[in-house]
């Protein structure tokens, strides 16, 4: 099993930036990719950005292209979500997910994830 754990969320005006962390433990050296998702309030959870577990692959969605960027420290088995420049519409739970399946991934499919954490709540006011 892999277990991971969100931090970094928090009350931030228009136009400021969060860093989210993933910690990742457990069973780490099976996890293929990781991505982050949000989810708002009445909404269905949408796929912001992933990257490969061992490599520099990364994919984001058009929402996060520009303003955020993924990384990870596989040393720490930690992912970032660096997000600047936020908005009122980021406004969500964001959370982190694992994928176990090595091969092609559909990064922005919920189903691909084997692991979440809890989530970590972000508020961007205007």
């Known amino acids: 099993q892999v277990?991971?754990?969100?931090?970094?969320?928090g009350l931030v005006q228009a136009g400021a930036s969060l860093r989210l962390s993933c910690?990742?433990?457990?069973?780490?050296?099976?996890?293929?990719a990781m991505g982050w998702f949000r989810q708002a309030p009445g909404k269905?959870?949408?796929f912001v950005a992933g990257i490969r577990w061992n490599s520099d692959v990364t994919y984001y969605s058009d929402s996060a292209k520009g303003r955020f960027t993924i990384?990870?420290?596989?040393?720490?088995n930690?992912?970032?979500l660096?997000?600047?420049s936020l908005k009122p519409e980021d406004t969500a739970i964001y959370y982190c997910a694992a994928d176990l399946s090595w091969g092609s991934i559909?990064?922005?499919?919920v189903y691909e994830y084997d692991y979440w954490g809890q989530g970590?709540?972000?508020?961007?006011?205007?």
């Open 3 to 9: 277990q991971l754990v969100e931090s970094g969320g």
């Open 23 to 32: 910690a990742a433990s457990g069973r780490t050296f099976s996890i293929y």
């Open 44 to 46: 269905e959870r949408e």
């Open 71 to 76: 990384s990870r420290d596989n040393a720490k």
């Open 78 to 80: 930690t992912v970032y």
């Open 82 to 84: 660096q997000m600047n």
């Open 106 to 109: 559909r990064w922005s499919e």
């Open 120 to 126: 970590t709540q972000v508020t961007v006011s205007s």
